[in-house]
């Protein structure tokens, strides 16, 4: 009796990896639209402009994403008529972002947002240095276009 109770502990466990390691596999559009969505809430349109896609490509993606149940939406009202749909990254969305980066790529990440940040707080006292750190965003952003 206690075999068997060890073997179906054994097998339900190798299941449940079997269908994290299934779940944790995401393709790179898939892990832009969830680091779109970790920093706040954004309808499809808006993430679609932020990755530079078509809002036609990237709506099957979040939908993809909802059913793996790493995004959810909500509808926030304006006004009576007026309503959008936003996307939400959830706690499992999170987990496999942070999954699927591996360590260095997370090691880039938090230098470049620091670095980011340290910027943006020494650009903001001289407008002259604000157009330079513009300037120089948009520079890298057109090499990391071209390469």
Same mark, same amino acid.
């Given at each position: ?11 339900? *466990?190798? =299941? @449940? +990896? ?6 944790? *596999?995401?393709?790179? @559009? *898939? ?7 970790? =920093? ?5 349109? @808006? !993430? ?11 709506? /099957? ?12 939406? !909500? ?8 309503? @959008? ?13 942070? +999954?699927?980066?591996?360590?260095? *790529?997370?090691?880039? =990440? ?16 001289? /407008? ?20």
């Amino acid at each position: 009796m206690l075999k068997q109770n060890q073997k179906k502990t054994q097998h339900q *466990e190798q =299941e @449940r +990896q079997q269908s994290y390691e299934e779940r944790v *596999e995401l393709s790179k @559009r *898939e892990i832009q639209i969830l680091s779109c969505l970790k =920093e706040q809430s954004r309808t499809e349109k @808006r !993430i679609a402009k932020m990755m530079k896609l078509d809002a036609l490509i990237v709506s /099957p993606l979040v939908t993809e994403l909802m059913l793996k149940g790493y995004i959810e939406t !909500i509808r926030r009202r304006r006004l009576i008529f007026f309503s @959008r749909e936003y996307c939400i990254i959830t706690a499992e969305g999170l987990d496999a972002l942070e +999954q699927a980066r591996n360590l260095f *790529e997370n090691i880039v =990440e938090l230098i470049r947002e620091r670095a980011v940040e340290t910027i943006d707080n020494i650009a903001a006292d001289s /407008p002259l240095l604000k157009l330079a750190v513009l300037s120089a965003k948009a520079a890298y952003k057109t090499v990391k276009v071209l390469v």
